[in-house]
């Protein structure tokens, strides 16, 4: 059973940078797509950016791209999201998800993912 556990959330002003780390046991993250997904308060969860499996494309929401980038860390087992230029529609918590992937590709779709993380506070403030 893959277990997720996200680290690096915490309290930044506007304009400032987080990275938040997914790692995982029971499994190597390298055979799964990964995504980060966010809910801000009152609003439905929603997918931000996802990688494929291994060497996998990396996708992102409109919203981030430019200012977010996604990784596997393949040294430490984990897949991060660098967060810069933060803005306040940024807050909120963020979870990483996966799936097995069999192909290379991934999607930002939470229907997709079969595992999840507890999700770790992001807080924005000007």
């Known amino acids: 059973q893959l277990v997720l556990v996200e680290s690096g959330g915490g309290s930044m002003e506007t304009g400032g940078s987080l990275r938040l780390s997914c790692a995982a046991s029971g499994g190597d993250l390298t055979s799964y797509a990964i995504g980060w997904f966010r809910q801000a308060p009152g609003k439905r969860r929603e997918g931000i950016s996802c990688i494929g499996r291994g060497d996998g494309p990396s996708k992102y929401i409109d919203s981030v791209k430019g200012r977010f980038s996604i990784s596997r860390d393949n040294t430490k087992g984990t897949v991060d999201l660098q967060m810069n230029v933060l803005n306040t529609e940024d807050a909120g918590i963020y979870y990483c998800?996966?799936?097995?992937?069999?192909?290379?590709?991934?999607?930002?779709?939470?229907?997709?993912?079969?595992?999840w993380g507890q999700g770790t506070q992001v807080t924005v403030f000007s």
């Open positions: 998800a996966a799936y097995f992937g069999s192909v290379s590709t991934c999607y930002v779709s939470e229907d997709w993912y079969d595992y």
